[in-house]
């Protein structure tokens, strides 16, 4: 059976403003330098204000014949034009930031020049003397050579694509043949590989021919699980090797590069450039905190906006194609103020959470030890500054603070808590900087266990169990200790 009844319901829901002005506090610089450009580009009723106002003779000063009090309230749809003209309103259309300077004008970012990876490879194939359908063949194998510089497919595969796509029959042989003596002769060396193994030899043989490399060639080629697998007594008896010569192999194979298609720099690459949303200097023994000027434009109302409000305000016969234009205007206008106010508000959001946080790891930031960070997570800011906890996080989302130690994340700072022998809470920031510690200082004949790690932070006033030790040496990407063993 339906039945209507009346329910109150509180909901809370945020305006368009206010999820625009969220947007707006996670961008980080460079990103919030587009979506001024791209706000300024869409209305026309904001200006940057750089030009020179000198000789500009405002009107609405307080120098000025025109008097807001003495005006006649203009009914056009309720507009009150004195609510845009007003001298009061006039200075809160700018943001000001003392550390701007013309230096900062400069924003694109550059771009680097040269010939993609895969069309420097195609020149190449430029010297070598090939048939039509050899050279099909080979530019094909180029094709197929992913952005390490290898070909992760088997042969045969490579065959039948040809004949499908190409429609070039050939056989396993003649594209192994090409592959080898063509494709693997291209610079830089090791690229066409199908393999790791293959790579590391055809990078030794393209050298002048040495005693540790021709042995380095031999054990790749007869031993090479041995090799990756750290395996050095295996190797030592299998080819009655000194560990001086072992050594010797070692190193040659090291500065062989096992990626060799990223190591080339032509690529048509946006170099990445990390542009600081925060300074922090220390200043006769206390923190400073200054917000980026990139992120602090100086803004207002264009100067023709406010011309063509006195214009209509001034005219005494008001036709039907000025009040379009004024309604159009107010809008603009409405849209101007409220862009810039949110501009003041996400840089007023930004110092104070950042301050927080300055302050909270104070020790850090005035000494640099990583070990002084404290635990901390969002809620604590959130709690000080009293924010909302997404707020936070969208303030410390992307953006980066150039400190004397470095340019940081802002993310880095937080980390949850552990408690030590003594029961106080330490930052797990503090445990894997004592972790990569202990690995270092390792004797690295005799690489240390998860299980020795952690018995050793435990005796150091830290316990945690073997898997947590394994979790935290994953993510400082330090391997197992087998891989990390040497001569």
């Known amino acids: 059976m339906l039945k209507q009844s009346l329910h109150q319901k509180l909901l809370q829901k945020l305006s368009p403003q206010q999820i625009q002005l969220m947007k707006m506090i996670q961008l980080p610089t460079q990103a919030f330098e587009e979506r001024l450009k791209q706000e300024i580009e869409e209305n026309p009723a904001l200006d940057t204000g750089k030009e020179e106002n000198d000789n500009f003779d405002d009107p609405y000063s307080n120098d000025s014949e025109y008097d807001d009090s003495g005006n006649e309230k203009i009914e056009t749809d309720d507009i009150?034009?004195?609510?845009?003209?007003?001298?009061?309103?006039?200075?809160?259309?700018?943001?000001?930031?003392?550390?701007?300077?013309?230096?900062?004008?400069?924003?694109?970012?550059?771009?680097?020049?040269?010939?993609?990876?895969?069309?420097?490879?195609?020149?190449?194939?430029?010297?070598?003397?090939?048939?039509?359908?050899?050279?099909?063949?080979?530019?094909?194998?180029?094709?197929?050579?992913?952005?390490?510089?290898?070909?992760?497919?088997?042969?045969?595969?490579?065959?039948?694509?040809?004949?499908f796509t190409q429609n070039i029959f050939t056989d396993e042989e003649k594209v192994l043949e090409i592959l080898t003596k063509v494709v693997q002769k291209l610079d830089p060396i090791g690229v066409g590989a199908l393999n790791l193994k293959d790579c590391l030899?055809?990078?030794?043989?393209?050298?002048?021919?040495?005693?540790?490399?021709?042995?380095?060639?031999?054990?790749?080629?007869?031993?090479?699980?041995?090799?990756?697998?750290?395996?050095?007594?295996?190797?030592?008896?299998?080819?009655?090797?000194?560990?001086?010569?072992?050594?010797?192999?070692?190193?040659?194979i090291s500065k062989l590069n096992p990626k060799p298609g990223s190591s080339y720099d032509g690529n048509n690459k946006?170099?990445?450039?990390?542009?600081?949303?925060?300074?922090?200097?220390?200043?006769?023994g206390n923190l400073e905190l200054t917000l980026n000027a990139r992120n602090a434009p100086e803004l207002k109302v264009s100067r023709e906006y406010n011309n063509m409000l006195k214009g209509y305000q001034d005219s005494k016969d008001k036709t039907k194609a000025q009040k379009d234009a004024v309604m159009f205007i107010k809008q603009k206008l409405d849209a101007a103020k409220w862009f810039i106010d949110a501009i003041k508000q996400r840089q007023q959001t930004l110092l104070i959470t950042m301050n927080s946080i300055m302050?909270?790891?104070?020790?850090?930031?005035?000494?640099?030890?990583?070990?002084?960070?404290?635990?901390?997570?969002?809620?604590?800011?959130?709690?000080?500054?009293?924010?909302?906890?997404?707020?936070v996080s969208r303030?410390?989302?992307?953006k980066y603070v150039s400190t004397p130690y470095g340019t940081k994340l802002i993310k880095e700072f937080f980390s949850e808590s552990m408690k030590n022998d003594q029961g106080e809470d330490v930052s797990t920031r503090e445990i894997k900087k004592i972790l990569?510690?202990?690995?270092?200082?390792?004797?690295?004949?005799?690489?240390?266990?998860?299980?020795?790690?952690?018995?050793?932070?435990?005796?150091?006033?830290?316990p945690i169990a073997r898997r947590t030790v394994a979790k935290y040496r994953e993510q400082l990407d330090i391997p197992v200790a087998r891989l990390r063993k040497e001569i």
């Open 395 to 398: 303030v410390a989302n992307s």
């Open 201 to 252: 030899i055809i990078q030794l043989k393209a050298k002048s021919e040495k005693e540790c490399r021709t042995l380095a060639i031999k054990i790749l080629e007869d031993s090479f699980d041995h090799f990756v697998k750290k395996h050095y007594k295996k190797l030592l008896e299998k080819f009655n090797l000194t560990e001086e010569k072992l050594k010797e192999v070692v190193s040659e």
């Open 80 to 163: 009150n034009i004195d609510e845009y003209l007003s001298d009061d309103e006039y200075p809160s259309y700018k943001t000001q930031a003392n550390n701007y300077s013309s230096d900062d004008d400069d924003k694109q970012v550059p771009y680097a020049a040269g010939t993609s990876f895969h069309q420097s490879l195609k020149n190449q194939l430029n010297t070598f003397r090939m048939d039509e359908n050899e050279r099909a063949i080979a530019e094909f194998l180029v094709g197929s050579i992913d952005d390490s510089g290898y070909i992760r497919r088997e042969i045969i595969d490579l065959v039948d694509d040809l004949a």
């Open 359 to 391: 302050h909270y790891q104070q020790e850090y930031f005035l000494t640099g030890d990583e070990r002084k960070l404290r635990p901390m997570i969002l809620k604590d800011i959130a709690d000080e500054i009293n924010m909302d906890v997404s707020t």
């Open 436 to 462: 990569e510690t202990v690995i270092l200082e390792e004797d690295k004949k005799k690489p240390l266990t998860d299980e020795k790690l952690s018995k050793l932070l435990k005796e150091k006033g830290y």
């Open 270 to 284: 946006i170099a990445e450039q990390i542009v600081p949303d925060f300074t922090i200097r220390i200043i006769e």
